[in-house]
């Protein structure tokens, strides 16, 4: 797309402004019009539009964006052919600056990251990269040009790094082949940043490769430059294949020694030296904890390697539209995510249902005691009750008991000595009180 063609529009997009542009293709700020809202668009060159593994390989970086959902990841959000026959992928658009840019303006005026800067940009990166090496994929081209710097509150520092071009990713064990194939001898990437394995062909890579990128670019970063210095990429290839890296303490005296100690352990020339991209987070993570003076870092859960058909919650991509995971941030409401709360909420409802039972019974055991107490005492004659019966005026003289057949002719109002043979009238029951219904241990209130 020429900057005469920069007044056209690809379906509801108005193109707007050209933003950059590499040897593959251009991008561009553009509006989404029916939703007002500006997106980055990135296109193929014509030339290579007409190349079906270039193209494959254009469309592969949505495919890849599309599997994995973290902050620090750019989000695509459409993708297709323009009216023309031009390839344009639609993506977030950030406001923010490169690392490329923000260490150059650092440069020119004699000056450097803070080493607690350093140390938030390498956990972010190493943090986000490690998700996406447990999802299979190895981003090949980590370089200070593809890290964007924006403002994030949360994040550590205030600034939020954006991984950029995922265009010549790498998807392990990808069965898809109409992403194309990397020929196993084929160059890949930015030769100041290679790796050896990645110098020696593509076949070898794998997600090591980035860990040790990754240590090229913090080794920029604090010493001002690359770990080799040459007029070409062959003689730059040539020395990550033979040549030890000069040591960084050479360079910078008073950076710490943990610091430049795990950054040539990122650039070990056996990959299998190397520490993981997990365990580089973690040690990132302690010693931006130990130098902030704070826990160290919370790590991003890593989620369970899928296969590349197998794309759960997948953006739909569709002409006319940018509805998608945007913003970059993680999918709300998930079944992973749903399925945990639903756990705490059961365990919380099960404990205080278990509070409860044990509170009303406890009350009606207290209930029963009490009234069986009261039942005891309204049935019991005088001289037994517990308190040993009633006090006796010790001036007062008791009479012995009647007999049970003068008694009667008491009550049936007989002359004495007159002897009243007929039944006994039964004595009226005391009504007792009504049970206390509370007193159920399935009592509701």
């Given at each position: 797309?020429?900057?005469?063609?920069?007044?056209?529009?690809?379906?509801?997009?108005?193109?707007?402004?050209?933003?950059?542009?590499?040897?593959?293709?251009?991008?561009?700020?553009?509006?989404?019009?029916?939703?007002?809202?500006?997106?980055a668009?990135?296109?193929?060159?014509?030339?290579?539009?007409?190349?079906?593994?270039?193209?494959?390989?254009?469309?592969?970086?949505?495919?890849v964006?599309?599997?994995?959902?973290?902050?620090?990841i750019?989000?695509?959000?459409?993708?297709?052919?323009?009216?023309?026959?031009?390839?344009?992928?639609?993506?977030?658009?950030?406001?923010?600056?490169?690392?490329?840019?923000?260490?150059?303006?650092?440069?020119?005026?004699?000056?450097?990251?803070?080493?607690?800067?350093?140390?938030?940009?390498?956990?972010?990166?190493?943090?986000?990269?490690?998700?996406?090496?447990?999802?299979?994929?190895?981003?090949?081209?980590?370089?200070p040009?593809?890290?964007?710097?924006?403002?994030?509150?949360?994040?550590?520092?205030?600034e939020?790094?954006?991984?950029?071009?995922?265009?010549?990713?790498k998807?392990?064990?990808?069965?898809?082949?109409?992403?194309?194939?990397?020929?196993?001898?084929?160059?890949?990437?930015?030769?100041?940043?290679?790796?050896?394995?990645?110098?020696?062909?593509?076949?070898?890579?794998?997600?090591?490769?980035?860990?040790?990128?990754?240590?090229?670019?913090?080794?920029?970063?604090?010493?001002?430059?690359?770990?080799?210095?040459?007029?070409?990429?062959?003689?730059?290839?040539?020395?990550?294949?033979?040549?030890?890296?000069?040591?960084?303490?050479?360079?910078?005296?008073?950076?710490?020694?943990?610091?430049?100690?795990?950054?040539?352990?990122?650039?070990?020339?056996?990959?299998?030296?190397?520490?993981?991209?997990?365990?580089?987070?973690?040690?990132?993570?302690?010693?931006?904890?130990?130098?902030?003076?704070?826990?160290?870092?919370?790590?991003?859960?890593?989620?369970?390697?899928?296969?590349?058909?197998e794309?759960?919650?997948?953006?739909?991509?569709?002409?006319?539209?940018?509805?998608?995971?945007?913003?970059?941030?993680?999918?709300?409401?998930?079944?992973?995510?749903?399925?945990?709360?639903?756990?705490a909420?059961?365990?919380?409802?099960?404990?205080?249902?278990?509070?409860?039972?044990?509170?009303?019974?406890?009350?009606?055991?207290?209930?029963?005691?009490?009234?069986?107490?009261?039942?005891?005492?309204?049935?019991?004659?005088?001289?037994?009750?517990p308190?040993?019966g009633?006090?006796?005026?010790?001036?007062?003289?008791?009479?012995?008991?009647?007999?049970?057949?003068?008694?009667?002719?008491?009550?049936?109002?007989?002359?004495?000595?007159?002897?009243?043979?007929?039944?006994?009238?039964?004595?009226k029951?005391?009504?007792?009180?009504?049970?206390?219904?509370?007193?159920?241990?399935?009592?509701?209130?």
């Amino acid at each position: 797309m020429t900057a005469s063609a920069q007044k056209r529009r690809i379906g509801p997009y108005r193109i707007v402004r050209l933003l950059g542009e590499g040897g593959m293709g251009s991008v561009y700020e553009a509006r989404h019009e029916p939703l007002e809202r500006r997106v980055a668009v990135k296109t193929l060159h014509p030339e290579y539009a007409r190349d079906q593994d270039a193209v494959a390989r254009f469309f592969k970086e949505a495919k890849v964006l599309s599997r994995l959902e973290h902050p620090s990841i750019v989000q695509a959000s459409d993708f297709g052919y323009a009216s023309d026959g031009t390839a344009y992928l639609v993506m977030e658009y950030l406001r923010g600056e490169s690392l490329a840019s923000r260490l150059s303006g650092l440069s020119t005026s004699g000056k450097q990251l803070p080493i607690l800067t350093v140390l938030q940009f390498a956990w972010q990166v190493a943090d986000v990269l490690a998700v996406a090496h447990s999802q299979g994929i190895v981003h090949r081209d980590i370089k200070p040009e593809n890290l964007m710097l924006v403002a994030d509150p949360v994040a550590p520092g205030g600034e939020r790094v954006k991984i950029l071009d995922f265009g010549i990713a790498k998807l392990l064990q990808d069965p898809d082949s109409r992403y194309g194939k990397t020929n196993t001898h084929a160059l890949i990437g930015t030769p100041a940043y290679m790796s050896p394995e990645q110098c020696a062909g593509a076949g070898g890579v794998d997600a090591q490769t980035d860990v040790y990128s990754l240590g090229c670019v913090l080794y920029e970063v604090i010493s001002g430059q690359t770990p080799f210095i040459a007029d070409g990429g062959g003689q730059l290839i040539g020395m990550h294949l033979f040549q030890s890296i000069p040591p960084l303490k050479s360079l910078q005296p008073n950076t710490p020694e943990a610091i430049t100690d795990l950054i040539h352990r990122l650039l070990a020339k056996d990959k299998a030296q190397r520490p993981s991209m997990s365990e580089a987070a973690d040690s990132f993570g302690l010693l931006l904890g130990a130098f902030a003076g704070s826990p160290p870092v919370v790590r991003s859960a890593l989620p369970t390697q899928i296969n590349v058909d197998e794309r759960p919650n997948p953006t739909r991509f569709s002409s006319g539209t940018t509805l998608g995971q945007s913003n970059g941030q993680p999918t709300i409401g998930s079944n992973r995510t749903f399925r945990a709360s639903l756990v705490a909420v059961t365990a919380l409802m099960f404990v205080v249902s278990a509070a409860v039972f044990v509170r009303r019974f406890q009350r009606s055991q207290t209930a029963g005691h009490l009234a069986s107490m009261t039942v005891m005492a309204a049935v019991q004659p005088a001289n037994q009750l517990p308190d040993g019966g009633p006090t006796i005026d010790a001036g007062s003289q008791k009479s012995p008991p009647a007999s049970p057949v003068a008694q009667r002719n008491q009550q049936s109002g007989a002359p004495k000595g007159h002897i009243n043979n007929a039944a006994p009238t039964p004595a009226k029951a005391q009504k007792l009180p009504a049970p206390d219904h509370r007193s159920r241990i399935g009592y509701e209130d």
